[in-house]
C-alpha cells in the first residue's frame, strides 16, 4: 500500500490545480513553472490509472473521479496542516501581553510577576507599562490594567480593588516640617503627578484641607514622584493600597492616616470573547490574590 501512495509534493501540485482549475494559476502559487504543474499532475494520473482532470482548450474541468479525490486530498492535506501547527505550537512558549498603568506596574506586578511565571512556566509574559489606553484588539493585548472604566461593548472590566489616597512622605520629613497648622498645607512641598489632576482636590475636598503650598514639584510618573518622596523632598499622594510594602518597611508614612479617600477603581479589562480563557482567568485569579494580600492588615 505504502508504494502506490503518491508523494506529499505531487498531492500539494494536484490539489492547488484542482483548486484553481488552472494548471498556471497553481504554478504562481506554488513558485514553480505551468509545464511542471502539469507534469506532475500527469505523473499522477500514471501512478493512480485515473483521469483527473478534462483539459480543454482554455479551461480545465475535474473528471468525476478527480473531483471525489480532490475532496479527500485536500481534507487530508488540511489535517496534516492542522496536526503541524499544533505541534509546532506546542514547542514554542504562548506570548501574554498585559498593558499596565506605570503605578500598578511597578508596584504590584514587577514585585510579584515571578510567582505567576511559576504557575504557568510555558508562558512568555510581556508587559506594556503605558499611560494610555491601549487597543486591546488592534495590539494583540490580551489583558490591561486600567484605573477608569470605559463602556467598550466589546470590553470585560473585572473590579480588582478600590483606590484610596492619602498623603505620603518620608519619615524624615515629616519630623522636620510637621507644624501645628498642618491644615493649610502651606509650609509644605507638594510632589504631584502632572497627569492626575483630580486625587488632590478630591481629598481636600473630603476632608476640609486647604492647599495652599509655597513650593511644588511636578513630575510625570508616579516612579520619580516616589523616588522624590523617598528622598524627604516633599508630601505627594499615596495611591493604597498598592504601597503597602514601604509602608511596613516604615520608608514612607501617612502623615494623615486616617484621612482617606476613595478615589475609584482597578479594572482588569480584556475581551468578552476571552472571557472563558484559562490563561486569562489564571491570571485574574492571581491578581486577585496579590491584592488581597495587600489589603489585608493594611
Not at 21 to 47: G, M, N, R, T, Y
Not at 89 to 99: A, D, G, L, M, N
Request: proline share 6%; net charge negative; with cysteine.
Amino acid at each position: 500500500m505504502a508504494k502506490r501512495l503518491p508523494s506529499l509534493n505531487v498531492l500539494n501540485v494536484f490539489e492547488a490545480a484542482a483548486r484553481h482549475l488552472s494548471f498556471k494559476q497553481a504554478a504562481d502559487e506554488l513558485c514553480i513553472s505551468p509545464p511542471a504543474v502539469s507534469h506532475q499532475v500527469k505523473v499522477l494520473e500514471e501512478q493512480l490509472g485515473v483521469t483527473l482532470f478534462k483539459r480543454l482548450n482554455r479551461a480545465l474541468e475535474l473528471t468525476a473521479d478527480g473531483q471525489e479525490y480532490f475532496n479527500d486530498v485536500q481534507s487530508a492535506l488540511l489535517q496534516l496542516h492542522q496536526a503541524t501547527d499544533r505541534l509546532i505550537e506546542k514547542q514554542q512558549p504562548t506570548v501574554f501581553r498585559i498593558s499596565s498603568i506605570p503605578f500598578i506596574t511597578n508596584s504590584l506586578l514587577i514585585p510579584n510577576i515571578q510567582s505567576f511565571k511559576n504557575q504557568q512556566p510555558n508562558l512568555r509574559i510581556n508587559i506594556q507599562s503605558q499611560i494610555q489606553r491601549a487597543n486591546l484588539g488592534e495590539e494583540k493585548i490580551d489583558v490591561a490594567i486600567r484605573h477608569i472604566k470605559g463602556d467598550e461593548p466589546d470590553l470585560h472590566y473585572e473590579e480588582l480593588s478600590p483606590v484610596l489616597i492619602t498623603p505620603i512622605c518620608s519619615p524624615s520629613y515629616w519630623e522636620a516640617h510637621k507644624t501645628d497648622d498642618d491644615l493649610q498645607l502651606k509650609d509644605h512641598r507638594i510632589i504631584r503627578l502632572s497627569v492626575d489632576q483630580g486625587s488632590w482636590p478630591l481629598w481636600q475636598n473630603e476632608w476640609g484641607y486647604e492647599l495652599l503650598p509655597e513650593d511644588e514639584l511636578s513630575l510625570d510618573n508616579y516612579q520619580a514622584v516616589l523616588d522624590s518622596v523617598l528622598q524627604g523632598m516633599g508630601l505627594a499622594m499615596g495611591y493604597l493600597p498598592a504601597l503597602k510594602t514601604l509602608l511596613e518597611e516604615e520608608k514612607l508614612i501617612l502623615p494623615f492616616p486616617n484621612k482617606v479617600t476613595e478615589f475609584g477603581q482597578i479594572y482588569l479589562v480584556y475581551q468578552k470573547s476571552d472571557v472563558s480563557s484559562p490563561t486569562i482567568q489564571s491570571f485574574q485569579t492571581w491578581l486577585k490574590a496579590v491584592i488581597s494580600a495587600l489589603v489585608s492588615d493594611k
